[in-house]
């Protein structure tokens, strides 16, 4: 069969040149078509992709070969695009976060929804094993009453000055909507979620460490409150050197935290999990999550997808641990 055809939409995020090293890898999918706001960007990911630019998107709506679209715009530009792919049809990959914040992300969630089209979005550490394998241990209760979780998401982006260049709009709250916080803490947000349900109401401090980007922020805490009682801490951020400890369980009957990658597992109910030693029995990892949504336009399982309604829920608590920041209390989450 000939490869299913995509288009490239906004090419802005930095993840961009990963999302195509693995298009090209595959021989199921193929870029046709490349627009960006941006046209020297376009050409030169078009010339990547071996795909045509296009001046005007009306040339991929109304193009009936491609079946669904990536967009790497910033994001204040995601609703305009997925509105009008929805509209279209369109499958869609849209980079985290969905939306700047509740509103447009919920617009956006209801179109697609309504769309009956494919959606995907780069929450990529679901996928990992010892995600998937603590998730599950929730669910069986081993943990027993937990109390608390923290995850961490962090690295030296800011330090390094990672974004100095073409990814230089990440850093402007205007066009990003979010700086190292809610870029990274999304990700850790979204296994929070994932594993424990939704957000009653959260609080936050957000700042900066060596203001190489100026004001935006450098790393934050946040402190959640889920509607099941659990209490969570996220932390996230583009000022560590090092980030060794990103997950912890505790609970009355179980623990687990991750420490280099390593998971370490005590629950009464799972026999051998003292948590001495690295614990090994895990899942296998899933592909990363632009892959699964390649995999399910082609024709797989769409299962293991964020859904739009998921993704959207994230843009509203991440905005409202800014807004919780911002005016230093509690902010309750709104359905």
Wanted: charged fraction near 20%.
């Amino acid at each position: 069969m000939p490869p299913l055809d995509l288009a490239l939409v906004g090419a802005a995020h930095i993840h961009t040149p990963n999302f195509i090293r693995r298009l090209l890898a595959r021989n199921d999918v193929r870029v046709k078509s490349v627009w960006d706001h941006d046209a020297h960007r376009a050409a030169r990911y078009a010339a990547e992709l071996g795909a045509a630019t296009v001046a005007e998107l009306a040339a991929i709506w109304e193009d009936e070969s491609i079946q669904g679209v990536i967009i790497c715009s910033e994001t204040n530009r995601h609703e305009p695009l997925v509105m009008e792919a929805a509209a279209a049809k369109k499958h869609l990959f849209v980079e985290k976060p969905l939306g700047m914040g509740r509103d447009d992300a919920a617009r956006m969630a209801e179109a697609i929804e309504a769309a009956g089209v494919i959606f995907q979005t780069g929450y990529f550490m679901r996928g990992q094993p010892v995600h998937q394998f603590i998730r599950e241990q929730i669910r069986l209760g081993h943990f027993g009453k937990i109390t608390r979780v923290r995850h961490s998401n962090c690295h030296s982006g800011s330090l390094g000055r990672w974004f100095d260049s073409e990814w230089l709009w990440m850093t402007d709250l205007a066009q990003a909507g979010v700086g190292a916080f809610g870029d990274l803490g999304t990700h850790s947000l979204d296994i929070l979620m994932w594993m424990l349900g939704d957000v009653a109401r959260v609080t936050a401090v957000i700042d900066t460490a060596v203001g190489n980007y100026g004001e935006t922020d450098e790393f934050g805490e946040g402190l959640l409150v889920f509607e099941n009682g659990v209490v969570g801490t996220l932390a996230a951020g583009w000022v560590d050197v090092q980030n060794p400890v990103t997950l912890l369980v505790s609970g009355t009957e179980g623990h687990a935290y991750v420490c280099e990658g390593k998971l370490f597992f005590k629950s009464s109910h799972v026999e051998g999990a003292d948590g001495q030693t690295p614990w090994s029995e895990l899942p296998e990892a899933w592909p990363h999550a632009f892959d699964l949504f390649l995999d399910a336009v082609v024709g797989g399982s769409t299962g293991p997808l964020v859904t739009p309604q998921e993704a959207a829920a994230r843009s509203a608590v991440m905005e409202a641990m800014y807004r919780a920041a911002r005016e230093r209390r509690w902010v309750q989450i709104e359905d």
